[in-house]
């Protein structure tokens, strides 16, 4: 069980919507994102293009609207909720799903103990939701 520190009409007056703008290391386009906060908890989508490149910097998006809380969960980073559709991250490179970690406020992109790279979303998009705690 826990306990309640903060009332409903408290809450709920900390309740914002909004855009934000996704932006990424290398060339982009489509990048309108939206967001909910209520109290501390964030939910942000996302969808960003990526143009062609031959990058091999890890796959970032980054500008989310609030940074996170700076949890750690299992020495990994903060891991949080997304949701997230691509096309080509080739199967090989994904043996164990892709994840996704939240570092202030960008989301960095791996599958396994690999870090994916900008070039393996080459002219391709990625959507997501990514659900999150701000400190704020």
Do not use: C
């Amino acid at each position: 069980t826990g306990t309640i520190t903060r009332t409903l009409d408290e809450v709920v007056a900390d309740y914002e919507e909004g855009t934000w703008t996704p932006t990424a290391d290398v060339s982009y386009s489509l990048n309108a994102g939206t967001y909910t906060k209520l109290g501390r908890m964030v939910i942000a989508t996302f969808p960003i293009q990526i143009e062609a490149n031959s990058s091999t910097a890890a796959l970032q998006v980054n500008g989310l609207p609030f940074s996170e809380d700076g949890t750690e969960l299992g020495g990994q980073g903060n891991t949080f909720g997304v949701a997230i559709g691509y096309h080509t991250i080739p199967v090989s490179e994904t043996p164990q799903g892709v994840q996704a970690y939240l570092s202030g406020t960008s989301i960095r992109f791996r599958s396994g103990n690999t870090n994916i790279a900008y070039q393996d979303l080459s002219a391709d998009a990625i959507r997501g939701v990514a659900v999150y705690q701000t400190a704020q």
